[in-house]
């Protein structure tokens, strides 16, 4: 049991349920040390400003390394008392240097100014981490996406068997919607890279000077400088719930991959097989490999979806500035920042080992997925498109009546349907051909999908 940081006023003791239901120490602890990295700068302020003398800020600097290292041996001991990681590291100070220097940490300071603080500081170091771990996954797919161009495999629409396309134009796919989702890491970056501190509860600081926001911004190293009103300094969180969007996005990109791994992994498919590395059995069943880590990325999606309700909803009932409601902002971004660490490396691993089936790949595509590719002949022969549309769709028909492939109705069968039709015909049916007709920036030609891979690349070189 300790004194309160704010215990002056009262004369009561605070329930004991209420103390636990009131402390967020189990969680914000993991932002230890960006809280004692914030008032050690906030202390040299303190001396610039002349608040602390040159001896006092040494004391104070002292003491904040003794509680850095306790928490980076393990030894620092949370109380019952401790509310927070603010007043925990705060206690713990004046336990070590006293009373008459480490009281003066606070001056100015608020836990709201210093919280917001803290979670910026934390979050743009695990932005910087998630940034590294997207890339690696870009990278993988865009390797592979060139190494494995030749592959022609069917695409789908509805899960329909549509048009044939390129393996790797289909891994382009992906890289480009994990593009948009580095790009809006990157940009989000600008948003969460700002200094609350110096802003007081809500009004701002009565001992900085004008312009000592500024030099305290470059010492903690906040890019973006000092916030520009302390009201929304110490309630903004927006930058939480767009890390809790991006991280929303992202976890869907990579829950739609993985499902695409599961279909095409499954018996009925069998285009690719998971690597044992990325699989488990059945505790019954003998024959069973189960695409596990595909369905736990499918799975965790849905937490970071969860967890910008959850923030939203936190949000939107509040009045102006500093609410306590606001400390519910930490369990979900910290489970996100969690589950998107976990599942990057992860889907990179599924990626980078996915073994590709190319006999059953290539014997999924069929004849009648070159209904557009004769449609398409007739338009290089001068008949409109509707009515090749029409004419293929004809086509169609006299095959499945038949029963026969698409490929098969015969040169006279075809002039029934339109006198356009002539012996080259023949080359239509080729999976090669269609998807190299198919030439236009980002189509599934193999020039094209070289040219992603090699502007993806670049691209990955300047991020
Ligand atoms: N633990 C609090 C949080 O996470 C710190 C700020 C508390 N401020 C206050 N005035 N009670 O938001």
């Known amino acids: 049991e300790g004194p309160k940081l704010w215990g002056g006023r009262f004369t009561g003791a605070v329930d004991p349920l209420m103390e636990k239901f009131n402390a967020s120490i189990g969680f914000d602890k993991r932002m230890w040390k960006e809280d004692l990295h914030g008032s050690m700068c906030y202390t040299r302020a303190?001396?610039?400003?002349?608040?602390?003398?040159?001896?006092?800020?040494?004391?104070?600097?002292?003491?904040?390394?003794?509680?850095?290292?306790?928490?980076?041996?393990?030894?620092?001991?949370?109380?019952?008392?401790?509310?927070?990681?603010?007043?925990?590291?705060?206690?713990?100070?004046?336990?070590?240097?006293?009373?008459?220097?480490?009281?003066k940490l606070h001056t100015g300071r608020s836990r709201n100014d210093q919280v917001a603080t803290d979670v910026r500081l934390w979050l743009k170091a695990q932005v910087k981490d998630l940034q590294q771990e997207l890339v690696q996954l870009m990278r993988t797919a865009t390797n592979r996406a060139e190494a494995e161009v030749d592959i022609i495999f069917p695409g789908y629409t509805h899960l329909q068997p549509a048009q044939p396309i390129r393996w790797g134009h289909y891994l382009m796919a992906y890289c480009n919607m994990w593009k948009?989702?580095?790009?809006?890491?990157?940009?989000?970056?600008?948003?969460?890279?700002?200094?609350?501190?110096?802003?007081?509860?809500?009004?701002?600081?009565?001992?900085?000077?004008?312009?000592?926001?500024?030099?305290?911004?470059?010492d903690i190293g906040f890019s973006q400088g000092p916030s520009w009103n302390s009201l929304d300094a110490t309630s903004d969180r927006d930058f939480v719930v767009e890390f809790l969007f991006w991280a929303s996005l992202t976890g869907v990109h990579i829950s739609k991959f993985a499902e695409d791994c599961i279909i095409y992994s499954s018996n009925e498919f069998k285009y690719m097989a998971m690597s044992d590395a990325y699989s488990t059995g059945s505790s019954l069943m003998p024959q069973k490999k189960n695409p596990d880590a595909c369905e736990l990325l499918r799975g965790?999606?849905?937490?970071?979806?969860?967890?910008?309700?959850?923030?939203?909803?936190?949000?939107?009932?509040?009045?102006?500035?500093?609410?306590?409601?606001?400390?519910?902002?930490?369990?979900?971004?910290?489970?996100?920042?969690?589950?998107?660490?976990?599942?990057?490396?992860?889907?990179?691993?599924?990626?980078?080992?996915?073994?590709?089936?190319?006999?059953?790949?290539?014997?999924g595509l069929s004849a009648d997925m070159l209904a557009t590719d004769l449609a398409d002949y007739l338009v290089r022969k001068g008949v409109p498109f509707r009515e090749t549309h029409h004419i293929s769709g004809q086509a169609v028909q006299i095959a499945e009546n038949q029963n026969k492939p698409l490929s098969s109705v015969t040169l006279e069968e075809l002039k029934t349907l339109h006198s356009a039709f002539e012996e080259d015909v023949e080359k239509v049916w080729s999976f090669e051909s269609s998807v190299e007709s198919r030439d236009a920036q980002g189509s599934t030609s193999r020039r094209s999908v070289l040219q992603q891979t090699a502007a993806m690349k670049e691209w990955l070189d300047n991020y």
């Open 180 to 218: 948009r989702d580095a790009e809006r890491l990157q940009d989000l970056l600008k948003r969460v890279d700002v200094m609350p501190l110096g802003s007081g509860a809500l009004a701002g600081h009565a001992f900085l000077g004008p312009d000592d926001r500024t030099a305290l911004a470059e």
């Open 300 to 363: 965790k999606s849905g937490r970071n979806i969860g967890n910008l309700t959850t923030m939203l909803v936190a949000l939107k009932g509040l009045p102006s500035t500093y609410n306590k409601d606001l400390q519910e902002d930490k369990e979900p971004l910290f489970d996100s920042v969690d589950t998107m660490k976990g599942c990057l490396p992860i889907a990179t691993g599924v990626l980078a080992t996915l073994k590709l089936n190319t006999d059953r790949m290539q014997k």
């Open 46 to 103: 303190l001396v610039r400003a002349g608040l602390l003398t040159e001896e006092e800020g040494s004391k104070m600097q002292e003491g904040l390394e003794l509680v850095h290292k306790e928490w980076a041996a393990g030894d620092f001991k949370i109380k019952s008392s401790d509310e927070d990681i603010h007043s925990a590291n705060e206690r713990r100070l004046t336990e070590l240097i006293g009373s008459d220097v480490a009281g």
